[in-house]
């Protein structure tokens, strides 16, 4: 089935800077991979990896332990799914570089993105996490280096003096740095190729990036995640990198977590089209151009931002993709697959609901997220912004003033507690399913960002009514029955 598709390598990228799942979900997801056509994982560690000595620092507090690394990768032989670390070296390094320790290393002192490439020890310093990842991964054919958006490179003060020497330049500061990391992972681990993001190369003249020395040493990873992206300019990209003397590229498609910084569902047609392109992309150049394609998988778009798309919410776009990349193209055969391996009667591709429950590991996150983003904010506004009841008697002026009409109360107190309740219960489901998938702070972080606000309106309406009514004195009952007629 995918002799037909020109990626050789389809990585499924795990993004573990936000909510990473515990081992035992992805447990249960890796068979699924494998069943929709993955054969490759990118597992970019941030601060989930267990760093030691002086890079313990670097840990989150549900770090996985070197036990569940082994774990990890035993779950993903066992599936067939050869596992490409990826460690930043040079830009988002904010994981690194906000803590105080390692302030002196970043490039301009108050921002935390981006390594100081002039100091001796910021080598040392990506060297030994390089050294740590690798250790833990011993036989990989590949190690991501990272190396994307390195802002404000050649703004820090060491940087502006180097600039001002003769033949100096940001882009010579750029391969610079690349080629010791790159050079440091041959020279310690010979057997594994680095791959870098393209993007900090793509406007480097032809002639520099050939006598930089770094085609020799790395692998680029083209990144476009846009729906429409040009076949174009991205074959033109190609044939300068082979020009340059890359020997071997890769891509990089998005499924998920590249539509939206705070995007909770995951437009599934935008994805669709994203590898589309790509498929044409991969028709233009030669046949062994692209060594594979990583799906990517982003779950924050820095380690400062919040949480997109969880991981379960964005399989069905994944299972889509990975098969769109497998039969060159997503035509009924194709969805039919998908809706068998997930479990799902009717797949929704240009809209966020699908009918019938699927039975995928995680898609009861998946229900109640999509049940949530598509309703529960509406349902609150529709409530507090245009019932009559609210609007007419209990405005933001009578809430602040304490004012109601008696009357009111019984008109907007039970809609109100009604719709709590209901909301309460679903978010209490929902809770409890991400407990099982996630760690403690991800649900934490997830609920306050996309729940609490929504409920916490509702309550605050209900305290300001309660607070408004103030004691009501018991309602009369019938006196006793006298025998007389009134």
């Known amino acids: 089935m995918a002799g037909s598709s020109p990626f050789k390598m389809r990585l499924v990228h795990l993004d573990l800077k936000g909510a990473p799942p515990k081992v035992s979900y992805l447990s249960e997801v890796f068979p699924l991979f494998h069943a929709l056509g993955a054969n490759g994982l990118l597992i970019e560690y941030e601060d989930m990896f267990p ?4 890079l313990r620092l670097l840990r989150a507090q549900h770090a996985y332990s070197p036990s569940e690394i082994k774990e990890i990768l035993h779950l993903a032989t066992l599936n067939e799914l050869e596992v490409v670390p990826l460690v930043q070296t040079f830009g988002h390094m904010e994981f690194v570089l906000k803590h105080e320790a390692l302030a002196h290393l970043r490039e301009v002192a108050c921002f935390p993105n981006t390594l100081n490439p002039h100091e001796a020890e910021s080598l040392a310093l990506v060297g030994a996490m390089v050294d740590q990842v690798m ?4 036989g990989a054919r590949w190690l991501h280096v990272g190396c994307d958006e390195v802002y404000y490179l050649g703004e820090g003060e060491a940087s502006r003096h180097w600039l001002q020497q003769e033949h100096n330049t940001k882009a010579r500061l750029c391969l610079s740095h690349v080629k010791a990391v790159a050079s440091h992972v041959l020279a310690r681990h010979p057997a594994t190729t680095p791959l870098v993001w393209d993007d900090m190369l793509r406007d480097i003249p032809e ?20 729906a429409d992206l040009d076949v174009h300019s991205k074959a033109l990209l190609m044939a300068k990198y082979r020009q340059c003397g890359f020997p071997r590229l890769w891509a990089a498609s998005a499924f998920k977590g590249a539509t939206g910084v705070s995007q909770a569902l995951t437009p599934i047609e935008h994805h669709l089209r994203n590898h589309v392109q790509w ?3 991969a028709a233009r150049g030669p046949a062994d151009t692209l060594q594979g394609i990583v799906l990517t998988g982003w779950q924050r778009y820095d380690h400062f931002s919040v949480l997109c798309e969880l991981l379960p919410v964005g399989i069905p776009s994944l299972a889509v993709c990975l098969q769109t990349l497998l039969r060159g193209g997503f035509g009924e055969d194709s969805k039919a697959r998908v809706e068998n391996v997930l479990g799902i009667s009717s797949l929704e591709i240009t809209g966020f609901t699908s009918e019938g429950a699927a039975s995928f590991p995680g898609s009861d996150i998946l229900a ?7 309703h529960l904010g509406s349902s609150v506004d529709e409530m507090l912004q245009r019932d009559r009841y609210v609007t007419g008697w209990f405005s933001p002026y009578h809430r602040r003033r304490k ?8 008109h907007i107190q039970p809609q109100a507690l009604s719709l709590l ?10 809770e ?6 996630f760690y403690p702070d991800a649900v934490e972080e997830w609920l306050e960002e996309n729940v609490h606000p929504s409920l916490q309106r509702l309550q605050g309406l209900l305290r300001d009514l309660g607070e408004a009514a103030g004691p009501r004195p018991p309602l009369a009952g019938p006196g006793p029955d006298t025998g007389q007629d009134p």
Request: hydrophobic share 50%; charged share 15%; proline share 6%.
């Open 207 to 226: 002639d520099q990036l050939s006598a930089s020395g770094v085609p020799q040493l790395v692998e680029p990873v083209l990144w476009d995640y846009r």
């Open 432 to 437: 409890a399913a991400l407990h099982r998938v």
């Open 403 to 410: 004012l109601i009409h008696p009357v009111m109360v019984q």
């Open 368 to 374: 109640l997220v999509t049940e949530a983003g598509l």
């Open 51 to 54: 760093y030691e000595g002086h």
């Open 135 to 138: 250790a833990l991964h011993p």
């Open 421 to 430: 309740a209901r909301w309460s219960a679903l978010m209490g489901e929902l």
């Open 279 to 281: 498929l044409q992309v």
